[in-house]
């Protein structure tokens, strides 16, 4: 990611500025440094457009789980439907049925925490990321002041 890159440039820079005697403030080029975290305010809302596509995804992967829920189930009834002959058939269709619905819902309800699960977890990186860009940057203005 090139805003850990751009992190690793400014620490390098303050690791590597010259010591002011008798105390640990160093000498480092302003211009420099200000344009590196310039840099980097102009990637963090990259950072969050990715956070933004990724709820997105989540959602649209969350619709198309409950589309094939759906599709099951309807697949199911119809072909109960179809089985509808003689009443022994019919008795064995309904318990069919209830299993493929079962089966379905339950599908579809692991789909839907898989999907979830994924995607709180990518956004919790992201958001574990962006915190400890904001604590570094955080930290070197202090340090910088």
Not at 5 to 13: A, D, K, S
Not at 33 to 57: D, F, H, S, T
Not at 110 to 120: L, N, V
Request: net charge negative; hydrophobic share 35%; proline share 1%.
């Amino acid at each position: 990611m090139e805003i850990f890159t751009l992190l690793e440039t400014l620490e390098e820079m303050l690791e590597n500025s010259k010591a002011i005697p008798f105390s640990n403030k160093g000498v480092i080029n302003k211009e420099e440094m200000l344009e590196i975290i310039k840099e980097i305010r102009l990637k963090l809302p990259e950072e969050l457009k990715q956070a933004k596509w990724v709820k997105e995804e989540r959602q649209r992967i969350l619709v198309e789980a409950q589309k094939e829920a759906d599709d099951i189930v309807k697949e199911a009834e119809n072909r109960i439907i179809s089985m509808i002959d003689e009443h022994e058939i019919t008795r064995k269709a309904y318990e069919q049925k209830a299993e493929i619905i079962e089966t379905a819902n339950e599908m579809s309800r692991e789909i839907s925490k898989g999907t979830k699960d994924y995607a709180d977890n990518i956004l919790q990186n992201i958001e574990t990321a962006l915190q400890n860009a904001l604590e570094t940057i955080q930290n070197n203005r202090k340090e910088l002041q």
